[in-house]
């Protein structure tokens, strides 16, 4: 008997409307600057849509390096040098607050058990589970 396939995952297809040819330029020093060009599926450059720069850097936490990739809002590769250092100090501050964010979130998730959780079962002294499920 053949087996019927039960995986419902999509064939992953590349977009050939959405394609760029990407430059890397850094400085290696302080960052990276990712030139995405928009083309065409022939690679021929497409000058209907703009060109977007997109920006690298890393940040050192006491948990270890943090990776930022932000997108520089610029028209030319100048512009987009000069747009930098502001950008990066944007994003530095957005995952700072984000961190903020995630341990506020994680101090105030305090798990509280349901009374007579913790017993084994119905008997002397004990309650049944706080779960929805309950046995016959």
Do not use: C, H, W
């Amino acid at each position: 008997m053949a087996e019927i396939r039960q995986d419902k995952t999509p064939e992953p297809e590349m977009d050939s409307k959405s394609l760029y040819r990407e430059e890397i330029f850094t400085d290696r020093k302080i960052g990276t600057i990712r030139r995405l060009v928009p083309v065409k599926d022939d690679g021929a450059t497409d000058t209907s849509r703009a060109t977007i720069y997109v920006g690298e850097a890393q940040i050192m936490t006491p948990m270890g390096t943090l990776p930022l990739n932000f997108e520089i809002p610029a028209q030319s590769m100048q512009e987009a040098i000069s747009k930098f250092g502001p950008a990066t100090k944007r994003a530095i501050e957005q995952a700072m607050q984000e961190l903020k964010e995630l341990r506020r979130q994680a101090s105030s998730s305090i798990v509280i058990p349901q009374a007579g959780a913790a017993a084994i079962g119905p008997g002397p002294g004990g309650l049944p589970g706080g779960g929805k499920i309950k046995l016959p």
